[in-house]
């Protein structure tokens, strides 16, 4: 779904992700397993992103 993006990659290839992407993944795992669909999901954070970036 390309919803989050690594903070870094490193030489070998690995994905390294920081603590606000972490509870990002929570979040989604928490809203996937209450019902909602992935299109609401996507929804739900651009319009949190968007938020924060104002």
Known sequence: MR???PA???E???YL???QTVKSV???LRWR???YPRAEIRRMFRHRFQRRDQ
């Open 3 to 5: 919803l989050i993006e």
């Open 8 to 10: 870094e990659v490193t």
């Open 12 to 14: 070998t290839g690995r």
């Open 17 to 19: 992700y920081d603590d």
């Open 26 to 28: 929570k979040a989604y």
């Open 33 to 35: 397993d209450l019902g």
